[in-house]
């Protein structure tokens, strides 16, 4: 299982310390990828490209700049394209209250994580439609029916 981790590090709640913490965390559900901790390449965005193109879920850190990060937005467009389920993480001001949001959508979605194992969803394949809830309405614009956002 391949797990690509989309976040922005503009807000001062995520930074390499946090980070090295989701990573701690989902590595026991498969192999995290985070780009600020793991790519070495010389061609980094290249490198993200190919991790993200090889992964089998991404997780979202979503805190409130996402929605004005390039790369975050474009790393959604491409999760979208090629219909990566997207569990999204609502990244708190403590790194404890964060991580606490990640383990619990972890566990919530643990069946869902082993189903995804060796497996990419087909376009037209159509897991659910959603509404995702949030204090920023911004969120529900994030959908596709072969997306998979997990509240």
Same mark, same amino acid.
């Not at 790519?39 to 700049?65: D, G, P, W």
């Not at 994580?113 to 949030?134: A, G, P, R």
């Given at each position: 299982m391949n797990i690509f981790v989309s976040y922005t590090t503009r807000d001062d709640n995520i930074d390499r310390k946090l980070l090295e913490r989701i990573s701690e965390i989902i590595s026991l559900y498969g192999h995290c990828y985070i780009d600020? !901790?793991? #790519?070495?390449?010389? #061609? %980094?965005?290249? =490198?993200?490209?190919?991790? !993200?193109? +090889?992964?089998?879920?991404?997780?979202?850190?979503?805190?409130?700049?996402?929605?004005?990060? %390039?790369?975050?937005?474009? @790393?959604? #467009? @491409?999760?979208k394209k090629r219909c990566i389920p997207i569990i999204i993480v609502e990244a708190k001001s403590d790194i404890t209250n964060t991580l606490k949001n990640l383990k619990s959508k972890l566990a919530t979605n643990a069946y869902l994580?082993? %189903? !995804?194992?060796? %497996?990419?969803? +087909?376009? =037209? +394949?159509?897991?659910?439609?959603?509404?995702? @809830?949030?204090t920023s309405n911004k969120l529900t614009m994030i959908k596709n029916t072969c997306f998979l956002l997990v509240k």
């Open positions: 600020l !901790l793991h #790519n070495t390449e010389k #061609n %980094k965005q290249r =490198h993200v490209e190919f991790m !993200l193109s +090889q992964s089998n879920c991404v997780i979202l850190i979503a805190s409130s700049s996402i929605f004005i990060s %390039k790369w975050v937005q474009w @790393e959604l #467009n @491409e999760a994580l082993s %189903k !995804l194992e060796n %497996k990419k969803l +087909q376009s =037209h +394949q159509k897991i659910s439609d959603f509404y995702l @809830e949030s």
